[in-house]
């Protein structure tokens, strides 16, 4: 009868990961397959042939949750290779079992696109792997009981079909394209692991953006969202908007990690998370008011948001991003704001109302760090910083 085994490889090198692998003996024959799983000895128990797993919270951590989910997977699909080949009765060897494991490995889609995953979020790529993810979740939905897809397989009648399950499903337009534009990167990278594709599966399906519905809000909606009394965490919420709004438009996530040394000289330093452009913010009273109101004296961070060391920042970031935005809709339905308010209209409503204050479009999108983005992309030339910083008091004295 053929065995099965997780063995544990260290690396040569020092302070470089190992490698885990399957040890598959039959008839005295012992074959091995590696993971593709890399860990470091710290992290292998190697008496119980386990991954441990230390760090909770941190993006470590969730790596390795990954590695020990698909470590069991895999087992379990060399398991069931080995019971198929035991009920057909015929003679087979250790090496039919390996090569039957790795074709499979290398066919399946979803199988490719979890281990496509599980390494961004090593390579700390978090948000790529969890749009991935939730693409994938969503596939995995459509396919139901009839599970993993090879990757040759994977063409235009099946993504039309899941397109159309989608719809029939009530999913929205651009929340369908998010999936097949993730799904499409996924199905990109294939290659790389050497699986043979022809054709493009989603030449017939939508994958552009659809005007959405108008986050913004008028000038007068803030207003009276900053002068509106709350306390508590509702206090903080609205805070957190208006900062977005005062540094126009800066997104939660580039607010969680800005830090007090961004500033110097009166200039707010920051490069996005999502492009990578470095923004210049002239430094103004509002701001300053409220990173007083939330000073923690001895953390590098100018707001509160990721504020326990040694806890991974990323999880923290996104906790307080999820609780500021359950908040502020609650404050949007207290003032009658008529679209669910999250910081990211703070971001809609600063274009919303420069744009109506005259300022030039190609300014609005310097401003905001639109190119890169798949959005307003106006450059008429290279704009001096200061131009920006008037836009930017334009729409602070409207208020």
């Known amino acids: ?24 003996t039959h008839r005295r024959v012992t074959r091995q397959i590696s993971s593709g799983y890399g860990i470091f000895p710290r992290e292998w128990d190697s008496k119980g042939a386990a991954v441990v797993l230390a760090g909770c919270g941190s993006a470590r951590y969730d790596y390795l949750a990954s590695v020990r989910l698909r470590i069991f997977e895999d087992v379990g699909r060399i398991g069931g290779i080995i019971a198929a080949l035991e009920e057909s009765g015929e003679i087979f060897t250790a090496d039919m079992v390996a090569e039957l494991y790795r074709r499979g490995c290398a066919d399946g889609f979803m199988a490719f696109a979890r281990k496509t995953v599980m390494n961004l979020r090593h390579e700390g790529k978090l948000r790529t792997a969890e749009n991935y993810t939730s693409a994938l979740n969503s596939f995995a939905r459509f396919r139901g009981n009839l599970g993993d897809v090879p990757v040759r397989e994977v063409n235009s009648a099946l993504m039309a079909a899941y397109e159309d399950w989608l719809s029939s499903a009530g999913i929205c337009r651009n929340t369908s394209s998010f999936y097949m534009r993730n799904l499409r990167a996924i199905w990109n990278r294939a290659p790389e692991c050497g699986a043979g594709q022809c054709g493009n599966p989603f030449r017939h399906v939508y994958t552009g953006i659809g005007k959405t519905v108008k986050r913004a809000v008028p000038v007068n909606a803030i207003r009276r969202i900053r002068d509106m009394s709350l306390e508590g965490g509702y206090g903080f919420a609205r805070d957190i908007f208006m900062f977005s709004f005062y540094t126009r438009g800066m997104s939660f996530v580039d607010m969680a990690y800005l830090r007090k040394s961004d500033l110097r000289n009166g200039v707010l330093s920051y490069r996005r998370r999502k492009t990578g452009q470095r923004l210049l913010i002239k430094w103004e009273r509002q701001m300053q008011e409220i990173v007083d109101r939330y000073d923690i004296p001895g953390s590098p961070y100018m707001l509160p948001i990721i ?30 704001i008529p679209v669910p308010l999250t910081t990211y209209v703070a971001r809609h409503a600063w274009a919303s109302i420069a744009k109506s204050k005259n300022v030039p479009l190609s300014v609005i999108s310097e401003a905001m760090g639109h190119d890169s983005e798949n959005t307003t992309r106006i450059y008429l030339a290279s704009l001096d910083t200061t131009d920006v910083d008037k836009a930017n008091m334009i729409v602070l004295k409207s208020l």
Do not use: C
């Open 1 to 24: 009868m053929a065995k099965i085994k997780i063995r544990f490889r260290p690396s040569l090198v020092q302070g470089r990961e190992g490698a885990v692998y399957y040890q598959i």
């Open 307 to 336: 504020r326990e060391n040694g806890k991974d920042a990323w999880t923290q970031y996104k906790n307080a991003a999820h609780l500021v935005n359950r908040k502020l809709k609650r404050v949007g339905l207290r003032l009658d």
